[in-house]
């Protein structure tokens, strides 16, 4: 299965999953090309991986990974829906030893009708946004960040809870063997917004 990987300066963004990505200093400084590999690394001196990199919410690196989704068969006409979830992460350094992170999701809808009579929507869902405070240096592999989640209300009306919320989130994960385990979860509470019916 290929995905159309676009190219950027300083910028990561593929369709996931993210399969071939190399750095080559041949063709400047900071430019990221599309490699052969499956799992492509970074040059030693570069530092971690890439492919890992590109697995941690809070790598010190910009991407701008695509998530689709499709959900079918619900609701009494067995409708179904597409979300493309746009997804980036921007890291931004506070001080020697401190990035702060902001990860944001952007849903972009699309559903059919679900009862007789409702009609199908296409529009953009609610954001949500994280900022995750984490160290520069991992620590035996350790990676971590910790900061608030925001909830804003842009979605239409059919998507959106039509709410304001925030609420803490944190990340954990540790990398090795080519392979991520890990965990990102956050709660939000609505402090403002449309009344419930």
Same mark, same amino acid.
């Given at each position: ?114 009862? %007789? !009579?409702? *009609?199908?929507?296409? +529009? &953009? ?6 900022? $995750?405070?984490?160290?520069?240096? @991992? ?35 540790? %990398? !090795?063997? *080519?392979?991520?385990? +890990? &965990? ?6 609505? $402090?403002?917004?449309?009344?419930? @019916?």
């Amino acid at each position: 299965m290929s995905f159309k990987k676009m190219l950027l300066p300083g910028v990561v963004a593929a369709m996931m999953p993210v399969t071939a990505w190399a750095q080559d200093t041949a063709v400047g400084e900071g430019a990221v090309v599309a490699g052969d590999a499956d799992i492509a690394e970074a040059p030693a001196a570069a530092g971690p991986n890439l492919a890992e990199q590109l697995a941690n919410p809070v790598a010190d690196l910009i991407s701008v990974p695509f998530q689709a989704n499709y959900d079918c068969c619900y609701g009494p006409d067995d409708g179904d829906r597409f979300t493309l979830n746009i997804q980036p992460v921007i890291p931004v350094s506070v001080g020697e030893d401190w990035n702060l992170i902001t990860r944001t999701i952007l849903p972009v809808i699309s559903a059919s009708e679900t009862v %007789q !009579g409702a *009609g199908g929507d296409t +529009g &953009l869902g609610d954001v949500v946004q994280s900022f $995750f405070l984490s160290p520069k240096e @991992a620590k035996n592999g350790l990676v971590w960040g910790v900061g608030p989640v925001f909830l804003y209300p842009t979605g239409k009306s059919s998507f959106s809870a039509e709410k304001w919320g925030a609420g803490p989130t944190v990340v954990v994960l540790k %990398q !090795g063997g *080519g392979m991520t385990y +890990g &965990l990102l979860a956050n709660h939000i509470w609505s $402090f403002a917004g449309k009344d419930a @019916a």
